[in-house]
């Protein structure tokens, strides 16, 4: 036997050479254009004829050479069949839903839920019939909750604002027994620490706002699929309209090429961070997946790559809401806002009862999650040390 094949390259090898010219520019010229001008009319039909199937240049929300570059890296980056993108992470979720449900299905969804996809379900998904329901995050009540009429599972993975873990192998395995769908925010992972199509999603979503673009400057959501789900996922993004700008997409090519670079860093001032915090006495409790226990822990050494910038805190019951609101007041380096992904350290506290429906949090203390961004870990912590304090005594 020959032995000339090649390896396949490493994830950051393989996210620097996605959607590049192959000579020339290093990087693929931005293409702003709404019509694309034909020479004839022969060609002109053909184009017509095959474009249900194939990426071919046509019109402006169809693709330019700038959006189908990111698609390329983007299907690196969470190894599927193809990819479409969306102007913001919860647009791409809407036109997931869009795409696969009909009135008179019914879809289960995670408790631990991005919180504006509650809205999402409670108002426009039931206006087209589309029942829901939400599981317990550790997917322990999954299989009791699916119905007739379920045709999708949605999960996120950890779970918004507390991380919780689920075997997403064993979800998949239950969605394929009885018909359903999986899709799966993979926003927390960002495909370079998770990879959900690989354990059995069909549809990967990621709130490229994030990680992706990692400098606060540009909203984007991406949805990558299998080869099955991705006709019906192609169609609805066609129908619905949805593209993004030109220089929207340079940008965010552009933060994929040093994505596993500042997720190494993100994730070592995280774990400065968490170690610090995990020693205060004002704190309760650390969340984290580097820190999850039990089933928490094995799912996250065997499916993830690591961590991110993310950690949330439980403060002891010493810690009153308004001690906590005036903390963070203090916090020089953690701006107070939302989101998360950039290069910058972000703080906001957590309402966990308007973010969950099944579980109660009334006995527990106040809360906030951190973004570690990519400055000194010693500035952040110490900008704690002064903010804790100064407040929490
Ligand atoms: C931010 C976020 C979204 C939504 O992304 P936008 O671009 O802000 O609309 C979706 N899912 C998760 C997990 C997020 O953190």
Redesign the pocket.
């Known amino acids: 036997m020959e032995d000339t094949k090649k390896t396949k390259a490493g994830l950051s090898t393989s996210l620097l050479r996605a959607g590049r010219p192959h000579r020339g520019w290093v990087n693929t010229p931005v293409t702003r254009g709404s019509t694309y001008v034909f020479d004839t009319v022969a060609q002109w039909n053909d184009t017509r004829r095959r474009r249900g199937e194939e990426r071919l240049l046509s019109y402006g929300s169809r693709g330019t050479d700038s959006t189908h570059a990111l698609e390329d890296a983007l299907v690196e980056l969470e190894g599927g069949h193809r990819a479409r993108i969306f102007p913001?992470?919860?647009?791409?979720?809407a036109v997931v839903f869009l795409a696969y449900l009909k009135a008179g299905d019914h879809v289960l969804i995670t408790d631990a839920v991005?919180e504006?996809?509650r809205r999402l379900c409670a108002e426009s998904l039931a206006q087209l019939g589309i029942t829901h329901t939400y599981y317990s995050p550790d997917g322990s009540d999954l299989a009791d909750k699916i119905q007739p009429n379920t045709t999708m599972i949605y999960a996120?993975n950890p779970g918004?604002l507390t991380y919780d873990m689920v075997d997403l192998r064993a979800v998949s395995a239950l969605a394929k027994k009885h018909g359903c769908l999986l899709a799966v925010?993979n926003?927390?992972g960002s495909g370079i620490l998770y990879q959900p199509l690989a354990l059995g999603a069909d549809i990967s979503?990621i709130?490229?706002?994030?990680y992706l673009s990692g400098h606060s400057d540009v909203?984007?959501?991406t949805v990558v699929t299998n080869e099955a789900a991705w006709p019906a996922m192609n169609r609805a993004a066609l129908n619905y309209g949805q593209t993004v700008g030109a220089d929207d997409a340079y940008l965010m090519l552009r933060g994929l090429r040093t994505l596993p670079l500042r997720m190494r860093a993100h994730q070592e001032n995280m774990l400065a961070v968490a170690d610090w915090l995990s020693r205060d006495k004002r704190v309760a409790r650390v969340m984290c997946p580097a820190y999850a226990e039990g089933e928490d822990r094995k799912i996250f050494e065997r499916d993830f790559k690591g961590s991110n910038g993310l950690l949330s805190v439980e403060f002891a019951p010493t810690v009153s809401l308004a001690k906590m609101e005036a903390m963070i007041d203090a916090l020089e380096y953690f701006g107070l806002g939302?989101?998360?992904g950039g290069y910058e350290s972000l703080v906001v506290p957590m309402n966990m009862p308007a973010a969950r429906s099944l579980s109660s949090w009334s006995e527990r203390g106040a809360m906030c999650r951190f973004h570690c961004g990519l400055e000194d870990a010693e500035d952040l912590i110490a900008d704690l040390q002064r903010a804790f304090d100064a407040h929490l005594s």
């Open positions: 913001t992470g919860l647009a791409a979720i991005y504006p996809v996120e918004s925010d926003t927390w979503v709130a490229a706002t994030k909203m984007m959501g939302a989101s998360w």
